[in-house]
């Protein structure tokens, strides 16, 4: 079993990094989801100034305030432009955090798997000890009759 130590410490290892691999994922999917909400904010934002405006510049408009309303537009549709390529970099990033998660998980399989075969391999030693011991006694409990029964005339 001494034997095994090193690879529980490996395997509590392998865990703690899976663990945190997981949490980083989960915070990666947060942050995508924030950003996601965000954008979908500023999008209903933007319709709804559009909407107010356009009904605004049907009664009356000067020219000054059709610019400051286009220059706020713009704006706006640069804040929605620039939150959709945040969405981009932020699903990027859940991506390789699912991708780490994913390897980190694996690994701990494989340590996991490891140490089952170990102990299989261990537990087919004993086996093997234990069967070596019980046909020793065996043979030499036979040997034993069959020497008594020589001895005796």
Known sequence: MNDLQPLLALLAQAQAERDGALAQHQQAQATHRN????????SDYRSDYEQRWSARFTVEG???????????ANRLTQAVDHQGR????????????????????LRVASVSKLIERRLA???????????????????????NRSAGGNTRF
């Open 35 to 42: 950003a996601q909400s965000q954008a979908s904010q500023l």
């Open 62 to 72: 000067s020219a000054e305030l059709l610019q400051c309303y286009q220059g706020f």
């Open 121 to 143: 391999e261990v537990k087919r030693t004993g086996d093997r000890r234990e069967q070596k011991q019980h046909d020793e006694w065996t043979s030499r409990a036979a040997w």
């Open 86 to 105: 945040m969405i981009g970099q932020t699903a990027a990033a859940v991506e390789r955090s699912r991708l780490e998660l994913a390897r980190q998980e």
